[in-house]
């Protein structure tokens, strides 16, 4: 059985219904995908430098970007020459298996990480326009579902209407906001809430913060005292910086996550409105070169559409029209 073959049969049963929704999300990628990398394999049906030359400018064209795409490109020609692939039919197994590789490097780090023994402190950073204050609603939701008490800190005092947006999606999870006036101190914020959710004996506590202030330099001041008020009053947190991206934006995500990377110590991305999108390939870049593990992805605009990724499934989302169903009746593989 090929590598597609055993990802199909790995994420099938239980997790059909998240296998299907990365489908039904990755749709716009795949197809533009699915049909120019088919269109390579008919006109070259053997491996060689021209092939691998027009593969490079297809995965650019996906966004996976520049650096990664070299480096899955030579790895791609030493996996050929290893195993003895002449034919490009067979080099689309190779290339799912790879890309699987640089996706994920250890099982566990799409959890989200929970403080066991007391509050746990999630802070979220990104640029405006990126879905942060949605996710913020989403992941409430979500966390809710689990059985968790949850407390909202709306610290994005800087953009109008910003307070009020999450305290609709507050509304709509049913948690709590802890909100000051607009344009007040988003650290005094944080600050309250925090007390807050410690009186109330909240298990998780979500930072909405600001994604634009005067400049880059002020903004990133802000989200370091916003850090130092959490790490003063709850000692080992935050437990997670989740950076919120757009995923239609590309490579301006990638350049976005490397900002925000060297002021916050990110810990994990949330890639959004990856199924408004033909770049879903920015989630291999993005895994890749920063060395974060993308821990959730929007799939779609409702409150439950706030998948945890899942390597196997983008994988399955991605690749599934490159590789023609099994027969049934045949057992050559058996």
């Given at each position: 059985m090929n590598f597609f073959g055993r990802v199909k049969n790995k994420i099938s049963g239980s997790t059909e219904a998240v296998t299907e929704k990365f489908r039904n999300g990755l749709a716009k990628t795949r197809k533009s995908f699915s049909d120019k990398m088919n269109d390579l394999v008919k006109r070259y049906r053997k491996i060689d430098e021209d092939f691998f030359e027009e593969l490079?400018?297809?995965?650019?064209?996906?966004?996976?970007?520049?650096?990664?795409?070299?480096?899955?490109?030579?790895?791609?020609?030493?996996?050929?020459?290893?195993?003895?692939?002449?034919?490009?039919?067979?080099?689309?197994?190779?290339?799912?298996?790879?890309?699987?590789?640089?996706?994920?490097?250890?099982?566990?780090?799409?959890?989200?990480?929970?403080?066991?023994?007391g509050l746990t402190v999630i802070l979220m950073v990104g640029v405006n326009g990126a879905g942060k204050t949605t996710t913020v609603g989403k992941l409430a939701s979500r966390l809710k579902s689990e059985g968790k008490s949850v407390l909202l800190a709306a610290a994005d005092t800087f953009r109008a209407g910003a307070i009020d947006q999450l305290q609709v999606w507050g509304d709509r999870a049913g948690v709590d906001v802890i909100r000051h006036q607009e344009g007040s101190d988003p650290a005094s914020v944080v600050f309250d809430a925090i007390k807050a959710a410690k009186s109330r004996k909240t298990d998780v506590l979500l930072c909405d913060t600001a994604g634009r202030l005067q400049n880059k330099v002020n903004l990133m001041k802000e989200l370091e005292k916003i850090k130092r008020v959490i790490e003063r009053e709850c000692p080992g947190a935050p437990q997670e910086v989740l950076l919120v991206l757009d995923a239609t934006t590309g490579q301006n995500a990638l350049n976005q996550a490397k900002l925000f990377r060297q002021a916050s110590d990110v810990t994990g991305i949330v890639l959004t409105k990856l199924d408004g999108t033909a770049k879903g390939g920015i989630v291999l870049g993005i895994r890749h070169e920063l060395d974060i593990p993308v821990k959730l992805i929007g799939?779609?605009?409702?409150?439950?559409?706030?998948?945890?990724?899942?390597?196997?499934?983008?994988?399955?989302?991605?690749?599934?029209?490159l590789f023609h169903e099994p027969d049934p009746t045949d057992h050559s593989e058996a």
């Open positions: 490079e400018d297809l995965l650019i064209e996906a966004d996976v970007g520049v650096t990664t795409v070299m480096d899955l490109v030579e790895k791609l020609k030493d996996e050929s020459r290893s195993r003895n692939i002449k034919d490009t039919e067979q080099l689309k197994d190779v290339i799912a298996e790879i890309l699987s590789e640089f996706l994920t490097h250890d099982e566990q780090e799409t959890q989200l990480k929970m403080n066991s023994d799939l779609g605009e409702k409150i439950n559409d706030l998948q945890t990724f899942n390597a196997d499934a983008f994988i399955y989302g991605l690749f599934s029209d």
